[in-house]
């Protein structure tokens, strides 16, 4: 099953038929004992809507943060070691990959969240951006990983790669993240044989391509959750982006008008172009 936000309210999908939601707040269903049982149930009693347009799509957030892990594909932990390490900062990219620990940072507040056909920005003062294709994680109060969905965690490269400690200005500005289409409710995890591919449209040509299984990853969901909820407390739940295994050639940088295309077997592709 899929959950979507739309203009109208929030509409979740089943075998090819969409029903419109009673429920208007997406906090108490994120924070349901059971909201896969409880959606079927609902889908399977309801009227499907007779008319479904996805230009109606917005951001699947309501109260939600946003937090993100990084350096959790080898490729991400070469692209970091190589962007900082004029400024001394290689190594700690290869020791927070090898380490029990995960790197983790907050990305963004969900009114600073866009969502399907929405633009996305790069900063004014960065020279070498990027966008970033990560399998999201919607995690409810209990730390339990209920939904995943689509993300581009935003970046400049430039910027972090000048100091380490400047990532949260690298990584948090408003345009930065972005979310969607919809999300997928399902008790298992998803087969590590899963595709995230990602395509970078410039003037209606490909400038970029590429594609991973979640298979490459090195850390488990599950863990990089369970790091995230030790000594913190999500009312709402939260949204997990769970780092990117897929970096552009250092010789690219994201233009304003491009488009960019995220898309994960099983769950949707979002479309977003750079502001």
Known sequence: MKLFKTKGGWVV???????????????????HADLYGYLSALAGQGT???RWNEADLAAPIENQPVWAAGVTYWRSRSAR???SRDAGGGGFYDRVYAAERPELFFKA?????VGPRQAVRIRRDAAWSVPEPELTLLVNPRAEIIGYTVGNDMSSRDIEGENPLYLPQAKVYDGSCALGPGIVIRKEALPATTQIEMKILRAGE????????????KRDPASLADYLFREQAFPCGCFLLTGTGIVPPDSFTLQP???????????????NAVA
């Open 257 to 271: 008008g491009d488009d960019i295309q995220i898309g994960i077997e099983g769950i949707g592709t979002l479309v």
């Open 48 to 50: 499907p809507l007779a």
């Open 13 to 31: 999908e089943r075998e090819g038929a969409y029903f419109p939601l009673a429920e208007k707040s997406f906090d108490a269903l994120v924070a």
């Open 206 to 217: 490909t400038a970029f391509s590429g594609s991973i299984a979640l298979s490459a990853m």
């Open 109 to 113: 507040l969900p009114s600073k969240v």
């Open 81 to 83: 070691m190589s962007e």
